[in-house]
C-alpha cells in the first residue's frame, strides 16, 4: 500500500478538496483524509499510479506538492538534516563572506558547489580563504542579525522528538554556526567544519578532514548504528549536491527546496511547502504538533 499526500505552503492554505477528490478518483484512491484543512490532505493507494510525475508536474504549477510514499513505516525514529538552506535560509558562509566584503564571488562558488558543479572540499577550502583576517566576532554578529530559521522547522524538531525520534544536524558549513542552530531547534547532535582562528581573526583555513558528502552518510551510518536504528528509519533532508549520499541512503530522503539537479536525483521533492511538509509525509495531522 502507498499514501499520497498533496500539501502547499501554510502561509497559503489553498489546496482545495474539489482537487483532492479529483485526483483521488482518477487514481482509485481510498477516502481522503485531511491532515491540515487547506493545507495537507492524504489517500491511501494500492499501488503507484503510472502518470505520477506528470500529473506532479501540473500539480507544481499550482503551487501544491505530491508525494507517493509506501505506507508501512512512515513514521520515521530519526530525523538527520543539512543546515545552510535548509533549517536555516542562508548559506552561512555567504553571510560571512558579506561581512568581508567579499560576498558575491563567494555566493557564486557556493552556488556552484551546491548544484554539483564543483568539487566540494576544494570549493570550501576556497571560499575560507577568502575569509582569511575577519575578526573571529563576526560570527555572533552573523548569527544575531542575519540567520533565520526555515519555517516549520521548530515544529518539526519538536513533534518528531515528542514521539521518541532522535534528531542530529549534520552541515558541510561551520560549528560555530550548528551548535547554537542545534541548540535552539532542539537537535541531539550537530557535526560540521571547523574555522581555524588565531589571535582573534580567522586564518582562512578550516581544520581536517572536511565534512562534505561522504562524511553525511558516515553520520547517517555511525548514529544510527549507535542508535541501534536502519537506514529505513531515518528521514533526511537537505538541499545541495553534497547532500545527495545520505538522501538516497534515508528511508525518506528530502529535496527541499533543492537546486533543480538535486531534486531530480530524489522521490521526495518539496518546493512549496514548508519544514512541516516532512510531518505530512509522516503521516501526522495538525493536531499532532508539539508547537
Known amino acids: ?35 491540515n484543512p487547506g493545507i495537507a ?44 538552506s535548509t533549517m536555516i535560509q542562508q548559506e552561512c558562509i555567504d553571510e560571512l563572506a558579506d561581512e568581508a566584503g567579499v560576498g558575491e564571488r563567494v555566493k557564486d562558488i557556493t552556488a556552484r558547489a551546491m548544484n554539483g558543479e564543483l568539487d566540494f572540499d576544494g570549493a570550501l577550502t ?16 552573523v548569527l544575531d542579525t542575519r540567520i533565520t530559521f526555515m519555517p516549520g522547522g521548530k515544529t518539526l524538531l519538536a513533534t518528531m522528538k515528542a514521539d521518541g525520534a532522535y534528531a542530529a544536524l549534520v552541515s558541510g558549513g561551520f560549528t560555530a554556526f550548528t551548535a ?63 547532500d545527495l549520499g545520505m538522501l538516497g541512503r534515508a528511508g525518506f530522503g528530502v529535496a527541499l527546496h533543492a537546486k533543480p539537479s538535486v531534486a531530480a536525483e530524489c522521490e521526495i521533492r518539496i518546493n512549496h511547502g514548508d519544514l512541516t511538509a516532512l510531518l505530512y509525509i509522516q503521516g501526522y495531522s495538525r493536531d499532532d504538533f508539539a508547537v
Not at 499514501?3 to 481522503?32: K, M, Q, Y
Not at 503507484?48 to 508536474?57: E, I, R, S, T
Open 1 to 35: 500500500m502507498f499514501t499520497a499526500t498533496l500539501l502547499v505552503n501554510p502561509t497559503t492554505p489553498s489546496l482545495e478538496p474539489a482537487l483532492v477528490e479529483n485526483l483521488r478518483n482518477a487514481w482509485g484512491g481510498g477516502e481522503a483524509n485531511w491532515l
Open 180 to 242: 547554537r542552530v542545534a541548540s535552539e531547534l532542539g537537535f541531539d547532535e550537530n557535526r560540521a567544519n571547523t574555522l581555524i582562528t588565531e589571535d582573534g581573526k580567522l586564518t582562512g583555513e578550516v581544520s581536517r578532514p572536511i565534512l562534505g558528502r561522504e562524511a553525511k552518510v558516515d553520520a547517517l551510518e555511525q548514529i544510527t548504528a549507535r542508535l541501534g536504528l536502519t537506514e529505513q528509519d531515518v528521514i533526511a533532508v537537505g538541499d545541495g549536491a553534497n
Open 41 to 84: 490532505a492524504e489517500f491511501s493507494l494500492a499501488e503507484k499510479p503510472g502518470n505520477q510525475w506528470d500529473v506532479w508536474a501540473d500539480l507544481q504549477k499550482m503551487g501544491v506538492d505530491l508525494v507517493i510514499l509506501p505506507t508501512e513505516g512512515r513514521r520515521k525514529k530519526m530525523l538527520l538534516a543539512d543546515m545552510d
Open 126 to 141: 576556497e571560499r575560507v580563504g577568502l575569509l582569511k583576517g575577519l575578526p573571529e566576532d563576526v560570527i555572533g554578529q
